[in-house]
């Protein structure tokens, strides 16, 4: 829930705690400052149209979508937005996937222009602006070089990488020039989304963790796909069961419907009959196998309704009096254990 939005539904008890802040001197008062704030330059958008020929989609930078005015604005109309929100600094960082589909040579100069507007916008506003550095990993050397430039002469914090660059990923021993210039420059690198790429198969296979997270990734995403397919639509009685406390699907639930809305508002194309969370809180129970740990147990219920939520070891791949040791352990209510553990299974089963 956004700040605003709490507060609101907080009543007035809140109500005194907004008005101390509003009154509050500076130096005592909270500073808002979130982190992953985006913008764009004509030139970038310019270039991902052009490559996209014309095929308006998420991957290509939301180019043709209404969010475009506000992403290019790194002046008034962004602070008066800042202003009503009661956000003190943007963070700004050049929107995804950022010059990252390009070719080489356009990306490197790009990357330049980009990080020279965002060092120019926050010159003209440097309480209200701070700015992380978009990089080209196309060129390493390049980028790294950039990279210096961007926090010795421009001031920026750091830089974003927007996950892969073309396929590749930066694991890459060939992207390190990256990491090493970070590094020396004492600055972080937030690795933010994009759309996956073509050759995700292998990520998710790396060697340790192909099953605590790959698994999870491809599964939920098989799961998802089933959604959105509308399997559940030509199906209505269809019920499936996932492990490992869905996937991770259930903590992502509220993030997935609320890009679902934003996403299908800009391309209907996709457009269900139903919200996708409506869709797994109807078809869907999710196992604790290989994962009764608490925080993701009590997540997932909340998330699900206990009445979804169904016992399981993985046995022999599990350590099964260990994870017995751990339902017992669960702070959980008699009756919600006993539905978990027992009535859920005999009511899903048929037992
Ligand atoms: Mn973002």
Redesign the pocket.
């Known amino acids: 829930m956004q700040r605003r939005s709490f507060l609101i539904a907080s009543g007035a008890a809140l109500t005194a705690g907004v008005e101390a802040r509003a009154q509050a001197g500076k130096a005592s008062r909270t500073r808002y400052i979130p982190c992953?704030e985006?913008f764009s330059i004509p030139e970038v958008v310019e270039e991902a149209r052009r490559i996209a020929g014309g095929v308006p989609s998420m991957s290509t930078g939301l180019i043709a979508g209404p969010l475009l005015p506000l992403l290019l604005d790194l002046g008034d109309g962004r602070i008066r937005a800042m202003d009503e929100a009661g956000i003190d600094v943007h963070v700004l960082s050049l929107s995804?996937p950022g010059v990252q589909n390009f070719e080489s040579a356009t990306a490197v100069s790009l990357m330049q222009l980009a990080n020279d507007r965002l060092a120019a916008a926050i010159k003209a506003h440097p309480t209200r602006f701070a700015g992380l550095a978009a990089v080209a990993p196309q060129d390493p050397a390049a980028t790294a070089k950039e990279l210096e430039r961007a926090v010795r002469s421009l001031g920026l914090r750091g830089a974003i990488v927007n996950s892969h660059t073309r396929g590749e990923y930066l694991d890459d021993q060939k992207f390190w020039a990256i990491f090493e210039a970070a590094e020396a420059l004492d600055v972080p690198i937030y690795i933010?989304p994009r759309e996956p790429s073509p050759g995700m198969a292998a990520p998710l296979s790396l060697p340790g963790f192909t099953v605590g997270w790959g698994y999870a990734v491809e599964t939920g995403t098989h799961a998802l796909r089933l959604i959105a397919r509308g399997v559940f639509d030509r199906f209505p009685k269809l019920r499936i069961i996932l492990g490992h406390m869905g996937e991770m699907l259930p903590f992502m639930l509220d993030r997935i419907d609320n890009r679902y809305r934003f996403e299908t508002g800009l391309f209907p194309q996709g457009k269900l009959a139903r919200l996708p969370s409506e869709y797994f809180r109807e078809h869907f129970f999710i196992t604790t196998s290989g994962m009764n740990f608490e925080g993701p147990l009590l997540a997932a219920i909340k998330a699900v309704g206990v009445d979804r939520v169904l016992y399981a070891v993985d046995y022999p791949f599990e350590d099964q009096p260990m994870a017995v040791k751990q339902i017992d352990a669960m702070p959980l209510s008699a009756m919600d254990r006993r539905k978990v553990c027992e009535l859920n299974a005999k009511r899903v089963f048929k037992l």
């Open positions: 992953e985006a995804s933010h």
